[in-house]
């Protein structure tokens, strides 16, 4: 088969990999990649949300199978466009996506159908605001309704913080929409579970943590994740049938009602408080960095799964994980989440060795000549696999090490939760 894989973090060189690795898998190109995904399929640079110039390059390449990395094509409609173009396709409808893309519709669909979640409610003014302020204690989030690339969630400490934030959203500041959820603050632990679904079933598909906060102690702004591991030791099995029996099966019945059933890849992110799960955010892909934890930890050729699913028969298909366990931890550059210097070579990658049992999965690079140079504030995901946390992520330090880049910065606690000497 020849695919296309759209997309260009550290999520798509791990999808890559386990693609280019596929027996069935032929010819790969990214659109856009990145330098890890440019040795071992063909970058191609053109823009994905030009969805007539996509088409034109798929033909030509004679692909068989696109795979969506990213949210923001599948939020546009990517797949509703290829299938129209009679172009096999692996992501969900643009109606399903909205499940990420709007939080307004995703909060209304959980209110409806009893699914647990943060009390909220969804505002279009200020008054809207100052309604829910009355009946509400500190601290509140405020959240962006549309797309916003990761930026659109504020935890508010008081009533002028909250105010602060919902005028700016109100004025616009979030192209994708004007609206806002305010919703109760959940204190409780976090964790990512993944399922794969197509129009007739799902399956489990690993769970992870990842680490949100660019500082140690889980301290500063939000990033776009500096660090997970896999699995998530707090969704026990007790758990994984009440995520299922409360969230995931109310949530697929109502697309299916609608017929508009849900194929992909589906991200639950879940708040435990109190043993129980509660639902904070749908994502309609898999996790950046949770999937490059989740795939070293997969025993079955992944384009056989997803060749599958495309077929609605994901019931067939065995899903086999590896016991061994998997850390990734984030290298970016200095000044991330906030201002940071691009084009900056990374010196020593070329000459690191790997044991079968390490990766160094791609993000935020590029390739000039001979030179691979950050493009981004994630750079480089540092992965290992193995027996116990604690070792796995003594030897990426030691990698991380041997790369000796002056320009970057790592968290040395990913995975304290379950590292007894922290
Ligand atoms: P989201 O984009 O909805 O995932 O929100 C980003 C992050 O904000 C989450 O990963 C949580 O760490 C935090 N967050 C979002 N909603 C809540 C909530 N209701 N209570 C506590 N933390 C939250
Ligand atoms: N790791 C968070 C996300 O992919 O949204």
Same mark, same amino acid.
């Given at each position: 088969?020849?695919?296309?894989?759209?997309?260009?973090?550290?999520?798509?060189?791990?999808?890559?990999?386990?693609?280019?690795?596929?027996?069935?898998?032929?010819?790969?190109?990214?659109?856009?990649?990145?330098?890890?995904?440019?040795?071992?399929?063909?970058?191609?640079?053109?823009? *994905?949300?030009?969805?007539?110039?996509?088409?034109?390059? =798929?033909?030509?390449?004679?692909?068989?199978?696109?795979?969506?990395?990213?949210?923001?094509?599948?939020?546009?409609?990517?797949?509703? *466009?290829?299938?129209?173009?009679?172009?096999?396709?692996?992501?969900?409808?643009?109606?399903?996506?909205?499940?990420?893309?709007?939080?307004?519709?995703?909060?209304?669909?959980?209110?409806?159908?009893?699914?647990?979640?943060?009390?909220?409610?969804?505002?279009?003014?200020?008054?809207?605001?100052?309604?829910?302020?009355?009946?509400?204690?500190?601290?509140?989030?405020?959240?962006?309704?549309?797309?916003?690339?990761?930026?659109?969630?504020?935890?508010?400490?008081?009533?002028?913080?909250?105010?602060?934030?919902?005028?700016?959203?109100?004025?616009?500041? *979030?192209?994708?929409?004007?609206?806002?959820?305010?919703?109760?603050?959940?204190?409780?632990?976090?964790?990512?579970?993944?399922?794969?679904?197509?129009?007739?079933?799902?399956?489990?598909?690993?769970?992870?943590?990842?680490?949100?906060?660019?500082?140690?102690?889980?301290?500063?702004?939000?990033?776009?994740?500096?660090?997970?591991?896999?699995?998530?030791?707090?969704?026990?099995?007790?758990?994984?049938?009440?995520?299922?029996?409360?969230?995931?099966?109310?949530?697929?019945?109502?697309?299916?009602?609608?017929?508009?059933?849900?194929?992909?890849?589906?991200?639950?992110?879940?708040?435990?408080?109190?043993?129980?799960?509660?639902?904070?955010?749908?994502?309609?892909?898999?996790?950046?960095?949770?999937?490059?934890? =989740?795939?070293?930890?997969?025993?079955?050729?992944?384009?056989?799964?997803?060749? *599958?699913?495309?077929?609605?028969?994901?019931?067939?298909?065995?899903?086999?994980?590896?016991?061994?366990?998997?850390?990734?931890?984030?290298?970016?550059?200095?000044?991330?989440?906030?201002?940071?210097?691009?084009?900056?070579?990374?010196?020593?990658?070329?000459?690191?060795?790997?044991?079968?049992?390490?990766?160094?999965?791609?993000?935020?690079?590029?390739?000039?000549?001979?030179?691979?140079?950050?493009?981004?504030?994630?750079?480089?995901?540092?992965?290992?696999?193995?027996?116990?946390?604690?070792?796995?992520?003594?030897?990426?330090?030691?990698?991380?090490?041997?790369?000796?880049?002056?320009?970057?910065?790592?968290?040395?606690?990913?995975?304290?939760?379950?590292?007894?000497?922290?």
């Amino acid at each position: 088969m020849n695919i296309a894989l759209l997309g260009s973090g550290g999520r798509e060189h791990s999808l890559c990999q386990k693609i280019y690795d596929s027996k069935l898998s032929k010819n790969i190109i990214c659109i856009p990649g990145n330098a890890g995904t440019s040795k071992i399929a063909k970058n191609i640079d053109i823009d *994905f949300l030009n969805f007539n110039k996509l088409l034109k390059v =798929i033909k030509f390449h004679k692909i068989n199978l696109v795979i969506v990395g990213p949210e923001e094509p599948l939020v546009k409609g990517v797949v509703d *466009f290829l299938i129209k173009n009679k172009i096999k396709v692996f992501g969900p409808n643009k109606y399903a996506a909205k499940l990420e893309g709007s939080k307004a519709f995703m909060k209304s669909l959980c209110k409806k159908n009893k699914i647990p979640t943060a009390e909220f409610k969804i505002c279009r003014n200020k008054k809207d605001v100052n309604n829910f302020l009355r009946k509400n204690i500190f601290p509140l989030v405020v959240k962006a309704d549309g797309l916003a690339a990761g930026k659109g969630v504020t935890i508010c400490k008081n009533k002028k913080q909250v105010l602060k934030v919902s005028n700016e959203i109100f004025k616009g500041k *979030f192209k994708s929409s004007k609206k806002l959820v305010l919703e109760e603050f959940l204190d409780g632990e976090e964790a990512s579970y993944f399922l794969l679904v197509d129009k007739n079933n799902f399956k489990f598909f690993g769970s992870a943590q990842d680490h949100k906060k660019v500082g140690e102690k889980d301290t500063g702004p939000n990033t776009g994740g500096m660090g997970a591991y896999s699995p998530a030791k707090i969704i026990t099995k007790d758990m994984e049938k009440k995520i299922i029996k409360k969230i995931v099966y109310p949530t697929l019945r109502v697309l299916k009602q609608k017929k508009k059933n849900y194929t992909g890849f589906l991200y639950v992110g879940l708040m435990i408080k109190d043993s129980e799960p509660y639902l904070i955010e749908y994502n309609v892909r898999m996790g950046d960095p949770e999937c490059q934890v =989740i795939l070293p930890r997969l025993n079955t050729d992944l384009l056989r799964i997803i060749s *599958f699913a495309v077929k609605n028969k994901l019931n067939s298909v065995n899903i086999k994980w590896k016991k061994d366990k998997c850390m990734t931890i984030v290298l970016c550059s200095k000044g991330y989440p906030g201002k940071y210097k691009k084009n900056v070579k990374i010196k020593n990658l070329a000459r690191i060795k790997l044991k079968n049992s390490s990766f160094i999965f791609h993000a935020g690079t590029k390739y000039t000549d001979e030179d691979i140079l950050s493009n981004g504030g994630r750079v480089l995901n540092i992965t290992s696999v193995g027996k116990t946390f604690e070792k796995i992520r003594i030897n990426i330090i030691k990698i991380i090490k041997k790369l000796n880049w002056k320009d970057g910065f790592f968290r040395r606690d990913i995975g304290w939760r379950v590292i007894q000497n922290k």
